[in-house]
């Protein structure tokens, strides 16, 4: 078993390789050609040999990367090519919104597995994505390794910035042991939320540590809101969590400043204090796939 980290996870990719046994572990070399293609080379051959790729696919380049990868994994003799994406982009329109739209998830779900022989992603927008891929594909969950993250840190509430969120935190919740509720929020436009406090919140949450749990921040704006209504309730302290941390422009600065800590996975590269996937991502592939 060899594990290859594309540049888009290079971290995450040699955390999975010790969760697998300290598994042999490369990233290709990369450059650029003055025409702005892409070169990528994997040293060394994979005859017989499983190999696991692992490439978040953020970005178009990123995708194109991962593309490469598979074919140049497949050309070094691989018996199986297992692919790790953490994150999958344009996973969010996966269906169709106007006449003329592509199905942007199930397009990239098409190519991404066309050179694999199974795929593991993480906390996916929609699990109808999972529906768009043919070969198997298994989806860990962010939840465990922000659990074993707020287990350490005096929690006294988590909630959810919104009712799409009710699963996700109750989950956090029954693992912890942890009470827990989700905040009511009606949308303005792409950036503006109005947020307000459930019927069934705490009566009382003055100096209350609170852990705001989300899967992915992009922008910011509702976790930014939902910080300062619960400072208008006096609150302690407020923790915030994802799985995928995008903070898109200034997202990350304006919630800093009003929260106490910000924590994300290690699914993306960004200034978030991190928590690994790499235990989840690494039983996954033992359990399902077989790899070891």
Not at 64 to 77: F, P, W
Request: net charge negative.
């Amino acid at each position: 078993m060899h594990v290859i980290g594309g540049t888009a996870s290079t971290d995450l990719a040699e955390k999975i390789s010790r969760e697998l046994g300290n598994a042999p572990f490369a990233v290709p070399f990369t450059k650029r050609f003055p025409d702005g293609e892409l070169y990528l080379r994997v040293g060394g051959r994979f005859d017989g040999e499983d190999v696991v790729i692992v490439q978040s696919t953020r970005s178009d380049q990123d995708l194109l990367e991962l593309l490469l990868l598979q074919d140049a994994v497949r050309e070094g003799g691989a018996l199986r090519t297992f692919i790790v994406i953490p994150y999958f982009g344009y996973a969010r329109q996966d269906r169709r919104f106007f006449p003329g739209e592509p199905v942007s998830a199930r397009a990239l779900a098409r190519h991404v597995e066309l050179d694999a022989d199974a795929l593991v992603m993480v906390d996916l927008h929609s699990p109808q994505t999972l529906s768009h891929f043919s070969k198997p594909v298994y989806e860990a969950s962010g939840i465990p390794a922000i659990a074993r993250l707020l287990r350490e840190r005096p929690v006294d509430y988590l909630v959810s910035p919104d009712k799409g969120g009710i699963e996700r935190v109750r989950r956090l919740g029954e693992i912890l042991q942890l009470p827990w509720f989700a905040l009511e929020k009606k949308r303005i436009d792409s950036e503006h939320v109005e947020l307000r406090l459930p019927a069934q919140a705490p009566a009382e949450l003055a100096g209350k540590h609170i852990a705001i749990l989300d899967d992915v921040i992009s922008t910011g704006g509702t976790i930014v809101e939902a910080a300062k209504l619960l400072h208008r309730n006096d609150v302690g302290a407020i923790t915030a969590a994802c799985t995928h941390g995008l903070f898109l422009r200034d997202a990350f600065e304006r919630i800093k400043a009003v929260t106490n800590e910000i924590y994300a996975t290690d699914t993306l590269q960004n200034g978030a204090e991190k928590v690994s996937v790499a235990p989840d991502v690494a039983q996954l592939l033992v359990r399902n796939i077989g790899a070891t």
